[in-house]
């Protein structure tokens, strides 16, 4: 691999959307909008744990440094679209390595979305409350 060649993949998760590079490197550096993630999701220590899932699955941590550019939603959606994507890098780097993956879960995407609110509701699906009088 060249030194400026990198491993591109789309992560998605609730309203969050993240672009992931992977690239060679010394590993375990992760910039997320060009701040660390640990100054990213400051606050949310409890989930960065996640982002190296799969790096740990594979016994990866010292191998890639990781670039990403996510948008909407929030600490949590960003944090599993973000793990989502390193997946899918890590799959276009070798292919044996979808297997393990699958298995761990961290190749599917989560469809869940936000109902939206339905006119005459008070939510998307709470009603009004009934009166008899």
């Known amino acids: 691999m060249a030194k400026d060649s990198y491993f591109y993949a ?3 998760r609730k309203s969050a959307t993240a ?3 992977l690239m060679s490197g010394k590993g375990g550096v992760i910039t997320v909008n060009g701040k ?3 100054e990213y999701f400051a606050g949310s ?3 960065l744990a996640e982002l190296q899932e799969p790096f740990q699955l594979l016994d990866m941590q ?3 440094d990781v ?3 996510v948008s909407g939603g929030g600490h949590h959606g960003q944090i599993e679209a973000i793990r989502l994507g390193i ?3 890590l799959t276009e780097v070798n292919e044996d390595l979808k297997t393990t993956l699958k298995r761990a879960g961290l190749l599917s995407r ?5 109902e939206r609110k339905k006119f005459g509701l008070k939510g998307a699906r709470k009603q009004r409350q009934y009166t008899k009088r």
């Open 10 to 12: 789309l992560g998605r």
């Open 19 to 21: 672009r992931v590079r």
């Open 36 to 38: 660390p993630a640990q």
């Open 45 to 47: 220590e409890y989930l």
């Open 62 to 64: 010292n191998k890639f």
């Open 67 to 69: 670039s990403v550019v």
């Open 87 to 89: 997946s899918k890098a």
């Open 110 to 114: 989560d469809p869940r979305e936000k």
